[in-house]
């Protein structure tokens, strides 16, 4: 009976998976060990290069340590040759990739490097190849079998050359102790970047754009001031400038249907708000705010922001935290 596509994709996976495993089993822990130190040291940056599909798996290598806290770069063999060789210096950590261990353009680089005192890590499918024998470091990444019928494209090697990077680049990671505020500081454009990143004094609204109202200020000022500010809502201060309250488009329709017309007169800012607000600091985290909004029985929408003395200084809304994209 014909094998399904779903059968011959998962036991390409399979098969995938396993060599990655064997090849847990089969690294040689001293080779690891020498070969994180060495990573670990370095005082440059880490320099990967590869041919083919080991060049894109060298790629990612590189972009995979930058992003975790160890400075790393691309370099194509043929361009080294050809001038590139001036981005090594001898602070440097070269990566080789290569599944054969016979690039002849990796082979021809050695020598140079090994004048600049550039250490050589070589992740190889093939121990006794010549690149092998000649690296600083050997990383064993054979596989039995490619995942391609044919035996022939780079795919199961790949993989497992890939894994073997990552692995490096995470225990990188561990080594050099990297926080998570550490690896947002490298992704300030992802979410998990700006939520570690991203301050509500970042988002407020402050100066001229908080308009504020005193306690004794009438109903008229307070709807002039929350007009004016277009945030739907007015902080209000006493002495120097001391947070006593807060004044929302809500708190302002309740007030309007509790009371009788003739009373509105006598109504100040002082009677409107809502004291004690939850409030936040401008060095708090967007992120940390916007959980205060929404985790709560009655979510808000708009918080003032204080500062250490207690004075406000902004207004956050609810809407620019989602705008920023957290």
């Known amino acids: 009976m014909k094998e ?94 290569s599944n054969s261990g016979e690039t002849a ?36 990444a054979s596989v039995e079998q490619e995942a391609c019928p044919l035996n022939l494209a780079p795919t199961t090697s790949t993989t497992v050359a890939l894994a073997v990077c990552d692995a490096l680049a995470m225990t990188l990671m561990s080594v050099k102790r990297l926080t998570p505020e550490d ?50 809502a007015v902080c209000v201060v006493e002495g120097a400038g001391r947070l006593a309250g807060i004044v929302t488009d809500g708190d302002l329709r309740r007030a309007l249907q509790r009371m009788r017309l003739e009373d509105l007169g006598g109504l100040t800012a002082e009677g409107l708000m809502t004291r004690e607000p939850v409030v936040v600091a401008p060095g708090m985290l967007a992120h940390a705010a916007l959980q205060l909004m929404e985790n709560r029985p009655s979510q808000i929408a708009v918080l003032p922001v204080v500062d250490g003395e207690g004075r406000s200084v902004g207004l956050l809304r609810l809407h620019d935290i989602v705008r920023s994209g957290l």
């Open 4 to 97: 399904s596509h779903f059968e011959q994709v998962a036991g390409l996976l399979r098969m995938e998976a396993e060599a990655v495993a064997r090849t847990a089993a089969r690294l040689s822990p001293a080779e690891v060990e020498r070969a994180v130190e060495i990573l670990a040291a370095c005082r440059g940056k880490v320099v990967t290069a590869g041919v083919g599909k080991s060049g894109h798996i060298a790629q990612k290598a590189a972009a995979t340590l930058t992003s975790t806290g160890t400075p790393a770069v691309f370099l194509h063999p043929s361009d080294a040759l050809h001038g590139g060789m001036g981005l090594v210096g001898g602070g440097d950590v070269c990566v080789f990739i």
């Open 105 to 140: 353009e990796l082979l021809e680089l050695l020598p140079y490097l090994q004048h600049r005192g550039a250490p050589v890590l070589a992740v190889v499918g093939n121990t006794g190849s010549a690149l092998a024998r000649r690296a600083d470091v050997v990383l064993d």
């Open 183 to 232: 690896f947002a500081l490298n992704h300030p454009g992802g979410r998990l970047g700006k939520r570690l990143t991203l301050k509500v004094s970042d988002l407020m609204h402050g100066g001229e754009e908080n308009p504020t109202v005193r306690t004794g200020a009438t109903l008229l000022e307070v709807v002039q001031a929350i007009s004016r500010g277009g945030l739907g």
